[in-house]
């Protein structure tokens, strides 16, 4: 019996993910601030540890764009030798999580959360790598690094080596927007490897003056964190950090996982173990202080896309990743760095979803409005920060959304009023409800009947009562209320309020 029955299958697409995986694992790994053999790492990591456990068979796993801020961030706030222990608790909470099966929870994330998240880091990788393009020094902040792009042109224009670099990087763009109208037997090669090779000759070729990767050798770049380095787990904004890292590189990574499910008929997610995967990763990965990994949408598909069966395909493209940086570690050094600033500027692009965007103002125009909020939070404050801003807008949404309720007068001219309410009554639409009881006439007796609520929380009960006792001293007889608890025509007010047939609705408002 054949115990590979796909080997062919997994061993070809392994080959695709590697030469997709490659430049991407280098450019994150430069975009985030830390040599390039991290990145390389990482993916070596993501293939082999993740690639081996169980969760999801054919999702492929390595350094991310979409933390490509939030890394870049703690690293220039904390430091390189940081980065190893706030990845390493960051997988020892994905480890715990999985175990506590809290995986399949992230699925109840808003999806637009999510695509703003994305969008927002899109946006800023873009501002951040347009500096890096040109060979400039990015700001700091998002807000600085889009407001500063025009000074920045300004400056490029003025000098021949950020435009001979702005010209390799707008080079590289291109060959990345155009390689999928080629033939597909001309797409082989991916596009990204391809626009980052020709870029390297054209920079050899013509001896352009431009910056290249820093190469320290792989050992050279692995530093494995010290007693000083995990002592900073005492300051809060670390453990901040760590919490960012977790809750961002989980989500990302089952909202990948999600995707990648509907890309074939294969076993389907098993999230928990996938988000244990994970943890496993990131675990190893502090431990060799490298960077972050999630679940990569770009390298799953191009999984899937090549044929892969089974999780043979992204073991190997760890394996090759490995020989790579410990056979080849002096390619890194022709990589021009405008040419990795091209790829991450067209996937940051990809991250904004301009369909989507559309599609929901004309469907659903809160979920758009909380989408443009997170990316929007995400560019102005920090990644953090924007998500859980996010996070707040939907649940005020939700509730906003299920606290619909519907007060009904009827008025006969004469005899008791009729109020009947029927919904949700919470305190969001409390102002309302009590705006129109308070309008109904003084001098007048009145029966509410709440047998149609599904939910009275306490302030609208407590309002409710309150505005009852003072209609009832104005004169009239006490107002009669229908306990919501009570069946329809159960209670004294709501067969008052059933027996008479209605003459006339005095006003049919939605609270």
Known sequence: MNRFPFLRQDFTASLVVFLVALPLCVGVAVASGVPAELGLVTGIVGGIVTGLMRGSSLQVSGPAAGLTVLVFEAVSEFGLSVLGVIVLATGLIQLAMGALRL????????????????????????AGQLYAAAGLKAPASGTDKILGLPGAAADAFGSTGALA?????????????????????????????????????????????VASVEVNGLLGSVQLPGAEAFGALADPAVIGTIIAFALIASAESLFSAAAVDRLHDGPRTRYDQELMAQGAGNTVCGVLGALPMTAVIVRSSANVAAGARTKASRVLHGVWLLLFAALLPGALALIPLPALAGVLVHAGWKLIPFRGVVSLWRGHRGEALILVVTAAAIVTVNMFEGVLIGLALSVVKTAWETSHIKLEVIDKGAGPIQAYLSGNATFLRLPKILDSLEALPQDRPVVVDLSGLHHLDHACRTALEAWAERHSVAGTEPVKVTDPTKAAGSGEAAGAGKEQEPVKAASNESA
């Open 165 to 209: 670099s702005l010209a390799v990087g707008a080079g590289t763009i291109a060959v990345l927007v155009l390689w999928k109208k080629l033939p597909k037997k001309a797409r082989t090669v991916p596009g990204a490897l391809a626009a980052v090779l020709l870029a390297t000759v054209v920079t050899q070729a013509f001896g352009l003056p």
């Open 103 to 126: 995986g399949r929870w992230f699925r109840a994330i808003s999806v637009s959360v999510v695509e703003g998240m994305l969008a927002g880091i899109g946006l800023v990788i873009i």
